[in-house]
């Protein structure tokens, strides 16, 4: 105690000296007609800028480590505004700044809350901002209104101008023109209570030995200190932050002038001073954040504060909790900014955590970020289209230990992160086991960290990919994304995306059943992928791609899911501009993956009009028209004779011209409540070389009629709440389509320029002609044929005009829907409770277009939501001309709520050469708020075999997420389990959880 009263006396005397060097200098001020004007440079520098013109005045808007200097003198502020005028061959600037505002000169340093002062140049006035928003006004700003208050009332209150007195053989150092003017003084109330049932004692006397006067108030036995604004000033200002101090012995120091001291409380004007000593299971709480101790020493005016065996909650909005900061000791140098020295952070909430980071420094203050390049994406106010600027709560820590209970896991000099995402390099891993990969450790690492980029481009994400597998080898990459708008002066958003990786493979691929040891065609495999979309001036649109992977197979064994049910990977540039109901596009393509089927196009130009009125809205024309140079490339077989490959029919090597035009008239009817609508449709199409290699024109023409009725009925009378019944509509929709078309030429001569398959779709195609059909697959199985029968390139918006021929069709459905409503009785909303769609075609020329058959492509849909968590669902396609597929299942979902849900279905799929029946369930719950599970299986009962089962069990705690998954998967003869420990440190995302990225999943 004694020692710590020795500083803070220490302190106070130290606090008086300075305040008398401050009063002396303002003493110094004289009147002056005609300033002096110095010759420095003035330097402005600041997180983020706005800047606009106003009445011929260049006005700027700074917010986060605000910055001027002019020579040995500078000024700093959380956020300022800058006028800055032309005085003949003189820059002058009027500067507002407010919150943690400081003067500083040689020999003297003077703090205060808001501060106003001219600058004047005979130099210049240079702005370093790295990224400033220019042009738009923020005149509804808050801090600009503020500003504009505290100038007029400046201006007013100005008798003449008045300057800092200068040694007249000096010619060093800024000119301070006018001298402050602070913001009118707001009043504050201090109330003093009991912090328990009893009433402190307090013993208040006169402090004659310090200059000024102070009042100083002794008060013991547990109380707490409350300051808060005055209701007058409250409603005036909108309201301040209060204060809220309790502990069990404090000592406040005050103006003894103020004449409202009383024991239970106190006015003041809150520019007075109030500081506080408090000692004893100490809680300060302030703008959200609390502070506990042991001791500590409290200073109002300047919000500033020292805690000694301290813990700091800092409040953390963006993840809806606290940042524990457990210290020796904590200043606090503002509201929002403190400086933990000897201390440990985490986002625990018990106790000594498990998993924290332990530091010899740690800072956290607001600030203001800005991107690398362009502007942050989505940060715009709709009202009056100004940028918003959010604020950003940052860490920083020195010497820093990552620990697990008592044990160092790494170390590193520096973190300089956002503190709701620390900057920890290690993101996560994982450790596992299974038959394709042997045993494995994944892990992500934040790049920044690691490279020590304490101020990360906002809008972006960038993560190190390290992994070592025990079958295969070591992988390394890298990936990440990027937002933002207004790059290089072009108005308009951008998103990107991007993965590099590469791996020495010492093993095989295990691809599945009669694929499960094939050869690496080269062990140095990689991959690199970039996508790229910006929104430009005028609704023009760019979107841009690299897709390169080694080779056939890398894809498939380390992203199956994006292999099979994600785009390709493909390398093209395409800008397109879109208005009204026209558009154009021109797209530049090539090929890196020569083991894929691929149309390069150098280039190709589209146009598209789409529901054009004609004749007063009598007619309705659209068309499609486009022209380039298109290179058709085929394939290469794999170099592994076990990885099945026969080349698809129509692809082939071709090049040249490619033109087409396709128009379409439409004419809407309306006859009572049934819709009627004729078209004609012509194409005419050129391609420089066909499948053969020869020149090829096409002429193609379709014509007929697509007509719908609605009918309906309601029941409202209809009510069950067991089946979530409240009243029933009955809506009915036929329709029925008739369409002829002719072409001279048949689909099987076209070169396919237009890729109308996956790469994983046309994989397979490549393996099953020969292990299913021996080599030559049958007309029913050409994918060409079906997309025809189902009209696939038939409308004037198709991309594979090609997919056409000479063809005549009926076609029928009826598509029907219960509709009931559910909500609360002021706010009911309508849902389908039951659907049913049936179709089906008529062809006239059975033997030319459906094999002999009057009918086929019969489909039908139900489902049925039984309640508002349980659906029967159930969809069933077939044909009846041989080797048709039949394909159809039925299953049963239930959501519980968030909690859970679960799933079992039967499902066929039989043609020629397949024959499964699968019975397929899965559940997941979240049986409490630490526990989480999820299992699944799947058996097919026509081949009588295994398909695979997965389960995972995740525990939440305090210090950890732990996941334990593992899989059976008889395709690939493997079997694996994966461990995976998170620290609650890290934010959690749920990203990479699943069973499949746990086990033989992905590899990033």
């Not at 959200?288 to 500590?296: D, F, G, I, V």
């Not at 600027?389 to 992160?417: G, Q």
Request: hydrophobic fraction near 35%.
């Amino acid at each position: 105690m004694t020692q710590f009263r020795q500083r803070f006396l220490a302190a106070l005397c130290l606090t008086i000296v300075m305040a008398l060097a401050a009063a002396g200098v303002r003493r110094d001020v004289h009147a002056q007609t005609e300033p002096a004007v110095a010759k420095e440079p003035i330097f402005v520098s600041a997180d983020v800028s706005q800047v606009w013109i106003e009445d011929g005045v260049r006005v700027s808007l700074f917010r986060g480590h605000c910055h001027i200097v002019q020579g040995d003198t500078s000024l700093h502020a959380s956020q300022m505004v800058v006028w800055q005028t032309a005085d003949g061959q003189d820059d002058r600037i009027t500067v507002y700044l407010e919150q943690n505002v400081r003067l500083e000169r040689p020999g003297s340093s003077i703090n205060q809350p808001s501060l106003l002062i001219d600058l004047t140049t005979g130099s210049e006035v240079v702005y370093r901002v790295r990224a400033p928003v220019t042009g738009q006004p923020a005149g509804e700003d808050a801090l600009y209104r503020r500003s504009l208050q505290q100038r007029s009332s400046s201006q007013r209150k100005r008798l003449q101008q008045t300057q800092l007195k200068i040694d007249e053989k000096s010619t060093e150092g800024p000119l301070f023109q006018s001298v402050t003017a602070k913001a009118p003084s707001k009043g504050q109330r201090v109330q003093i209570s009991p912090r328990g049932g009893s009433r402190p004692e307090i013993i208040s006397f006169p402090s004659k030995s310090t200059t000024p006067p102070e009042q100083v108030s002794v008060i013991t036995g547990g109380v707490n200190v409350l300051i808060t604004g005055l209701e007058e000033d409250l409603a005036e200002h909108g309201g301040g932050d209060a204060v809220d101090l309790m502990a069990d012995r404090v000592v406040i120091w005050t103006d003894s002038s103020n004449p409202d001291n009383s024991e239970l409380g106190f006015d003041q004007d809150a520019n007075a001073q109030l500081q506080i000593y408090l000692e004893g299971n100490v809680v300060i709480r302030q703008a959200n954040n609390e502070l506990r101790a042991e001791r500590a020493f409290f200073d109002k005016r300047e919000s500033r504060g020292l805690l000694l065996d301290a813990e700091l909650k800092y409040d953390m909005p963006q993840i809806k909790g606290k940042l524990r900061v457990r210290a020796e000791r904590i200043r606090m140098r503002s509201e929002k900014q403190f400086h933990a020295q000897r201390a440990w952070v985490s986002t625990s909430p018990f106790g000594e955590p498990g998993v924290r980071l332990e530091s010899s420094d740690i800072f956290i203050e607001p600030r203001y970020s800005q991107p690398w390049f362009g502007r942050a994406a989505g940060r715009f106010d709709p009202r009056t289209g100004a940028p918003i600027v959010e604020e950003v709560s940052w860490l920083e820590a020195v010497n820093n230990r990552f620990l697990i209970e008592d044990f160092p896991i790494f170390y590193t000099p520096y973190i300089s992160a956002p503190a709701e995402t620390p900057n920890i390099p290690l993101r996560r891993a994982s450790v596992g086991d299974d038959d394709v990969y042997g045993t494995y450790v994944r892990t992500v690492w934040d790049m920044y960290s690691l490279l020590g980029i304490d101020r990360p481009p906002v809008g972006t994400d960038w993560t190190l990919l390290l992994d070592g597998m025990t079958d295969r080898g070591v992988g390394i990459g890298t990936q990440g994304d990027y937002e933002g708008s207004d790059i290089l002066g072009a108005r308009g958003s951008f998103e990107g995306d991007g993965l590099t990786y590469f791996i020495h493979d010492v093993g095989d691929d295990n691809l599945g059943r009669d694929r499960r040891a094939l050869d690496v065609p080269n062990n140095n495999r990689s991959r690199f992928q970039w996508h790229h979309q910006q929104e430009l001036p005028y609704q023009v649109a760019l979107a841009a791609e690299v897709g390169y992977v080694s080779d056939r197979n890398f894809l498939e064994q380390y992203w199956e899911r994006e292999f099979k049910k994600e785009k390709d990977n493909e390398t093209y540039a395409e800008l397109k501009q879109t208005h009204d109901d026209w558009s154009w596009s021109l797209l530049t393509k090539g090929r890196l993956n020569d083991f894929s089927n691929v149309t390069e196009w150098y280039p190709r130009l589209d146009g598209h009009v789409l529901g054009e009125p004609l004749l007063g809205g009598l007619l309705t024309w659209s068309s499609h028209s486009y022209a380039g140079y298109g290179r058709a490339r085929t394939a290469d077989a794999p170099s592994d004779p076990a990885d099945v490959f026969t080349p698809l029919p129509y692809a082939t090597d071709v090049a040249g011209g490619v033109a087409m035009t396709r128009h379409q008239l439409e004419v809407p009817l309306n006859v009572g409540a049934l819709k009627v609508t004729p078209f004609l449709l012509g194409e005419a199409a050129h391609w420089e070389e066909d499948l053969s290699g020869d020149d090829l024109d096409r002429l193609y023409a379709s014509l007929g009629v697509r007509s719908s009725l609605m009918v309906w009925k309601a029941m409202p009378y209809v009510r069950n709440r067991l089946l979530n019944v409240n009243g029933l509509a009955h809506k009915v929709l036929f329709e029925v389509d008739y369409m002829f078309a002719d072409a001279n030429q048949d689909f099987t001569d076209m070169a396919y320029y237009n890729d109308f398959d996956d790469n994983a779709q046309e994989r397979f195609r490549e393996r099953f002609i020969t292990n299913t059909f021996g080599g030559a697959a049958p007309m029913t199985a050409d994918p060409r044929f079906y997309a025809i029968r189902n009209n696939t390139g038939s409308s004037v918006s198709s991309p594979w005009h090609e997919l056409v021929d000479d063809f005549q069709v009926l076609r029928f459905a009826v598509r029907q829907r219960l509709q009931t409503k559910v909500g609360p009785p002021e706010n009911l909303r309508i849902i389908d409770w039951m659907t049913f769609d049936v179709a089906t075609s008529f062809f006239p020329e059975a033997d030319r277009d459906n094999f002999g058959e009057d009918l086929g492509l019969i489909t039908g849909d139900y489902r049925w939501n039984v309640g508002s968590r349980t659906s029967i669902l159930a969809h069933a396609q077939t044909d009846f001309y041989d080797g048709a597929e039949h394909l159809w299942n039925i299953g049963v979902r239930s959501q519980r709520s968030e909690r859970g849900s679960l799933y079992f279905g039967f499902s066929q799929v039989r043609a020629e050469g397949i024959n499964s029946q699968f019975i397929r369930a899965s559940a997941s719950y979240q049986m409490s708020a630490k526990w989480l599970s999820s299992v699944s299986t799947s058996y097919d009962l026509g081949e009588n075999r295994n398909v695979g089962q997965s389960f995972m069990i995740t525990r939440v705690g305090p210090d950890f997420r732990i996941h334990v998954g593992g899989t059976v998967n008889p395709s690939k003869d493997s079997t694996g389990f994966a461990f995976i420990v998170e620290p609650t440190f890290l934010p959690f995302t749920g990203a990479n959880t699943s069973v499949g990225g746990l086990v033989g999943g992905e590899t990033p």
